[in-house]
């Protein structure tokens, strides 16, 4: 069991993390009863332990960013339903770190953004994340605003890279 | 102040309605919710739009609503104020056409409750007041007021299966089948069930999750208590792509779970879940990484409740997305 003393914690981390998303600071209330593991579906078939996850964050210990564990979670929120305490938003503890880990580049094989094209350019392009939406896509002008909401996200860039965006580029530069 | 729970109060709509909650919905404009993945399960949409319709009740659809993009949230792709003004946008919409929206879909329900409460963060609500200025100037064209966050919307959400829930005694009265006391696992989904982004307000509105349970009984069905009826489905926001075989093992745990116990098939209230639950290269997956064939069919509660009122095939069970062996029960269901 990880045992937590004055001695071994260390703030910076938590604090950046706090300064990121103010939610985090409830991390603190933690008291390691572990319901959020025994109930969680990623340590079922992973190594994920929330329990272990937040004991490293109040220990300042980064390496939690390399760690594949954080990608094992399945945001299912059960954690945050079981939680004695009533303000540790974990799924979103999770979502923070995981956009830290890929800030600073690690884990390639979780950060491997072509897995994400195909979606990310239905929904740049049609509003939606399906091929053929039952109804019909969304009109072309209103798709303007979503560009627009998105405008420096990580959605973008993957759009980027994808066939229909180098399509309409090299459209654009034929005279 | 932000209004952050738009949550519909099923409780003072039974206390005020007690009769007959129906006649609360009878005056209103209702809107569904257009999932993304009712492109797979069209039955999902038309389930519940064909018996509004016959309940003679005011629906339709908001033709300028995009995805809810929780998806995008979840995968570390757009940022909270992001997802908040996407979500703020669709509020507009839906608030400019409806007193009441239902979700059939557990990721859209759960994503627009979770856009708003974001909202509560000053930091987030001036984020997200920074994008909608930069689109006013943009693409704001005549209507600025577009792109403002709604603090005290009209409109109401609820989710199809409290919604069923509430009008059980209408529902009952326009069904031509019964289950037959056929075995129904069940299956809530996780952003139904965990439903918890405020404790202290969200829950009593829900109240005890049993509301499909109590339901499936009332169409003459046997519930059955299977030991993974509370676990993930498996999609897991982007699991299935970057875990897959572990997500998938999820996905094969609580399939066979129900099997073992006899289950004749499986209901959700989510198209989500049941994209998961029924995709046959999923299942074909796992029976190459796992050894068993499972083949318990997986049907939405939308669907199964056009089964019941004597609906078409086509107009009833997914086309696109068939799980094994649905036909039998369609057939079984519909047999005089």
């Not at chain 1, 009109?139 to 759009?159: G, S």
């Not at chain 2, 116990?261 to 209901?267: E, I, P, S, T």
């Not at chain 2, 056009?306 to 094994?324: A, D, F, N, V, Y």
Request: hydrophobic letters at 35%; aromatic letters at 10%.
């Amino acid at each position: 069991m990880d045992v937590n003393s004055n001695s071994n914690w260390n703030w910076d981390f938590y604090e950046e993390l706090v300064d990121d998303v103010e939610d985090n600071k409830n991390i603190i209330q933690c008291i390691s009863c572990g319901k959020c593991v025994g109930d969680c579906p990623a340590a079922k078939i992973s190594n994920f332990n929330i329990r272990k996850i937040i004991g490293k964050v109040l220990r300042g210990d980064k390496s939690v960013l390399k760690d594949s564990d954080i990608w094992y979670c399945f945001l299912c929120e059960r954690c945050k339903r079981v939680c004695p305490k009533d303000n540790i938003n974990i799924p979103l503890l999770i979502i923070n770190l995981r956009n830290e880990s890929f800030k600073k580049g690690f884990g390639p094989r979780y950060n491997d953004l072509r897995k994400y094209v195909e979606m990310s350019e239905r929904f740049l392009t049609s509003g939606v994340v399906v091929e053929e939406p039952l109804g019909g896509p969304l009109f072309q002008e209103r798709v303007e605003e979503l560009n627009e909401i998105c405008n420096f996200a990580r959605i973008k860039y993957v759009f980027k890279a994808s066939d229909t965006n180098k399509n309409r580029n090299k459209r654009k530069k034929k005279p | 102040m932000i209004e952050s729970n738009l949550s519909l109060d099923i409780e003072e709509i039974e206390k005020t309605y007690h009769e007959n909650p129906l006649e609360f919905f009878k005056d209103k404009r209702l809107c569904l919710f257009k999932a993304c993945l009712e492109a797979y399960f069209p039955g999902v949409r038309w389930g519940i739009q064909d018996l509004l319709e016959e309940l003679d009740l005011e629906v339709g659809t908001c033709a300028s609503q995009s995805c809810c993009s929780g998806t995008f949230f979840q995968r570390n792709l757009i940022t909270r104020a992001q997802f908040a003004a996407i979500n703020e946008r669709n509020l507009y919409e839906l608030n400019q056409q409806a007193d009441v929206v239902l979700f059939s879909c557990n990721g859209c329900y759960n994503s627009l409750l979770r856009g708003r409460e974001f909202l509560k963060t000053q930091e987030v609500s001036q984020k997200t007041n920074e994008i909608f200025d930069r689109l006013k100037k943009k693409v704001g064209g005549n209507n600025p007021e577009k792109y403002e966050i709604l603090e005290t919307p009209n409109v109401r959400f609820i989710h199809d299966l409290d919604f069923l829930y509430l009008i059980r005694d209408d529902l009952l009265n326009s069904l031509k089948f019964d289950l037959k006391n056929l075995k129904v696992a069940i299956h809530y989904g996780c952003h139904y069930l965990n439903l918890s982004r405020d404790k202290r307000n969200v829950e009593p509105y829900l109240r005890d999750k049993t509301k499909l349970d109590d339901l499936i009984r009332l169409f003459g069905g046997n519930p059955v208590e299977y030991q993974e009826k509370e676990s993930c489905c498996g999609w897991g926001a982007s699991q299935l792509l970057i875990n897959p075989r572990e997500a998938l093992k999820i996905t094969f745990n609580k399939l066979k779970s129900a099997e073992t116990v006899g289950a004749d098939f499986m209901v959700t209230p989510c198209p989500t879940c049941l994209y998961t639950l029924s995709k046959p290269d999923f299942r074909k997956k796992m029976s190459k990484w796992y050894g068993d064939k499972l083949d318990i069919p997986t049907i939405h509660l939308n669907e199964l409740i056009s089964i019941l009122r004597g609906c078409e095939e086509e107009r009833c069970i997914s086309l696109k997305q068939k799980t094994p062996r649905i036909e039998e029960i369609f057939d079984i269901i519909t047999q005089d």
